[in-house]
């Protein structure tokens, strides 16, 4: 019944393509207070916005590259409680912008000018349940897909079935005239394809050699904890030709029955951190693993912080 009903999205997807020469991509990423309403549920205060960056702009189908600035834009806003790492999304963002190369890596942090930025290839996003973790990476994927034209994006999740969350958010972040969407089945992953040439895959890490698939820009690794070492490998091995990044969201807690959480954890904690991102590092002893797993924890700890929404 479910690949009816897939079948049937597809169509009515497929009805209601917009085919016209320029099509409007691009992001206001905002920073926003929440207050709550006369019924006691949570909403953004709009008049409190401040916004972190903007990309994208007006896509020319026919030439393939961008045409000037957008008429229509989508609002993606965070709470404070995300802040932190938000705000370093909004500077990598802005200087990814100015190339691959160069000494605006070197610059400081924008909104922190004692603060310096590091560049990264690996960001730990660590925080409590429903903390807002994969939807800020979310939003980090669908930023990347929408800068970078013919880009190849991966969302991971640990099998099959709970890629349906990360398509979900994928579909609420995008505008229907943004993408074509192609539904999975038969061994082949679900796939937003971008007008400006970029692709979102989403697909199962349940199977780390089933990750070994060609080029890969920019990739979120979801619920890291649930998911194998050998799988971050195969990851990190298909970021190196384009100097891409990928982005782990995980629970702040891991159960000590979870063998494949702490093989990913050890392999996220080699990475030498600063703050919230890292350069790797190798580590070969049991207890060179454990100081570094203590210090990622450490370092990642802030970085998303769970806060009760108030008035």
Known sequence: MSAIKQSVETLLEAEGDD???????????????????????????????EELI?????WDRREKRWSGAANRVRVIRVHRG????????????????????????EAP??????????????LLLLGGRR?????????????????????RVWAISPTQEETDELEQ?????????????????????LQFRLANGARIMCLSGHKPRSLKRGRVDFALYNEAQNMYRAGWIQLRGAIADT?????????????????????CTSELARERTSSSCSSYRRSTTRSSISRACKAARTHFSALLRPRALTA
């Open 19 to 49: 085919n016209r020469r320029h099509v409007d991509m691009a992001v206001s990423f905002r920073l926003c207070d929440v207050e709550l309403d006369e019924n006691g549920r949570a909403r953004w205060r709009k008049e409190a916005d």
């Open 54 to 58: 903007e990309i994208g702009g007006r």
């Open 82 to 105: 995300q802040e932190d790492a938000a705000r370093w999304l909004a500077e990598w963002f802005r200087r990814a912008a100015q190339g691959p190369k160069g000494p605006h890596w």
């Open 109 to 122: 942090m924008r909104h922190a000018p004692s603060v310096a930025f590091r560049r990264v290839w690996s």
């Open 131 to 151: 903390g807002g973790k994969s939807h800020l990476a979310c939003v980090a994927l669908v930023m990347f897909a929408v800068m970078t034209p013919r880009a």
């Open 169 to 189: 958010a994928l579909r609420s972040l995008m505008p229907r005239r943004w993408y074509k969407y192609r539904g999975g089945g038969a061994g082949k992953p």
């Open 243 to 263: 100097a891409g990044w990928s982005c782990s969201p995980r629970m702040r807690r891991t159960p000590r029955s979870g063998a494949g959480s702490r093989r």
